[in-house]
Antibody
Framework: EVQLVESGGGLVQTGRSLRLSCVTS????????MHWVRQRPGKGLEWVGG????????AYAASLKGRFTISRDNSKNSLFLQMNRLQTDDTAVYFC?????????????WGQGVLVSVSS | DIQMTQSPSTVSASVGDRVAITCRAS??????LAWYQKKPGKVPKLLIF???VLQTGVPSRFTGSGSGTDFTLTIRSLQPEDFATYFC?????????FGQGTKVDIK
């Protein structure tokens, strides 16, 4: 069974940093690109970014580029999201997600989400 | 970036109704279009990918159509468990943007 478990969320002040982790199991992690998606309170889904299986290719939503960094450790089946210079607008539930086999970007397995609250 | 625009933002419907949600891309994305269902407190659920391919386990009352810039998700004979918010997402080129969502609520 595919499992993705996020952690690292919490309450943080504006301007500070936070690092989210996503530990996975039930599939061959190193074979898949992985993605982060967030949902702000009362808002829609927002694709945060994605990383290729080898970490060679990393992409971000334009509005987040420069503050957020996605990385992975294939030896630990883990995905990470480093968030710097956090703003109140970054308050959201953050999901890590795995794509379908051989279908890029189509997200069929999701973690339960982790809440990040940024206060001023 | 490719912008995805869904309409309507909200649709009020009754059990048994047919509901159609449209998604328009600001430039062509081929058939690289997926639909998700999201309920409060739950994780998003993949319904359709490749514009029209039903994900395993999704009821056949959900259908997707379209290509290029215009896409439609149709729910034939709405069921109580279908009241939710639906999102389209293109996966053509980075960044993979979502539509703003369409909420299907009870009339």
């Amino acid at each position: 069974e595919v499992q993705l478990v996020e952690s690292g969320g919490g309450l943080v002040q504006t301007g500070r940093s936070l690092r989210l982790s996503c530990v996975t199991s039930g599939f061959t992690f190193e074979n898949y690109a992985m993605h982060w998606v967030r949902q702000r309170p009362g808002k829609g889904l927002e694709w945060v970014g994605g990383i290729s299986w080898s970490s060679t290719n990393v992409a971000y939503a334009a509005s987040l580029k420069g503050r957020f960094t996605i990385s992975r450790d294939n030896s630990k089946n883990s995905l990470f999201l480093q968030m710097n210079r956090l703003q109140t607008d970054d308050t959201a539930v953050y999901f890590c997600a795995k794509p379908l086999t051989l279908v890029r970007g189509v997200l069929d397995s999701w973690g339960q989400g982790v809440l990040v609250s940024v206060s001023s | 970036d490719i912008q995805m625009t869904q309409s309507p933002s909200t649709v009020s419907a009754s059990v048994g109704d047919r509901v159609a949600i449209t998604c328009r891309a600001s430039q062509g994305v081929g058939t690289n279009l997926a639909w998700y269902q999201k309920k409060p407190g739950k994780v998003p659920k993949l319904l359709i990918f490749g514009a029209s391919v039903l994900q395993t386990g999704v009821p056949s009352r959900f259908t997707g159509s379209g290509s290029g810039t215009d896409f439609t998700l149709t729910i034939r004979s709405l069921q109580p468990e279908d009241f939710a918010t639906y999102f389209c997402q293109h996966t053509d080129i980075y960044p993979y943007t979502f539509g703003q969502g369409t909420k299907v609520d009870i009339k």
